[in-house]
Nanobody, 124 residues
Framework: QVQLVESGGGLVQTGGSLRLSCAAS????????MGWFRQAPGKERELVAG????????SYADSVKGRFSISGDNAKNMVYLQMNSLKPEDTAVYYC?????????????????WGQGTQVTVSS
């Protein structure tokens, strides 16, 4: 079992930046691959970015490549999502996720644990 708590969401203008943080507690952090999903109103939850176990091999959705960066810190049990050049279409609730598989799954139903989510709103 692992508990995930996100922070860092908020309101930002188009072109701005935000950094989301995810604090993990519980079972050994290094047992999980980690990542971020997002869900906009009326839309399905979608993958944003992921890291495999040991917090390597970053992967990104095409819509955020070149703008977002995922990273992690094993010593602190933390995962981060740096979001730059934000667009109104990035507006969503962002969820931290943990997966017991070696490589981070890309579909929500495959994810083992979820945080409560943090709202990101990008104004035009």
């Amino acid at each position: 079992q692992v508990q995930l708590v996100e922070s860092g969401g908020g309101l930002v203008q188009t072109g701005g930046s935000l950094r989301l943080s995810c604090a993990a507690s519980g079972r050994t952090f290094s047992s999980y691959s980690m990542g971020w999903f997002r869900q906009a109103p009326g839309k399905e939850r979608e993958l944003v970015a992921g890291l495999s176990r040991s917090l390597t091999n970053p992967s990104y959705a095409d819509s955020v490549k070149g703008r977002f960066s995922i990273s992690g810190d094993n010593a602190k049990n933390m995962v981060y999502l740096q979001m730059n050049s934000l667009k109104p279409e990035d507006t969503a609730v962002y969820y931290c996720a943990a997966d017991m598989s070696r490589y981070f799954h890309t579909r929500p139903y495959e994810i083992d644990y979820w945080g409560q989510g943090t709202q990101v709103t990008v104004s035009s």
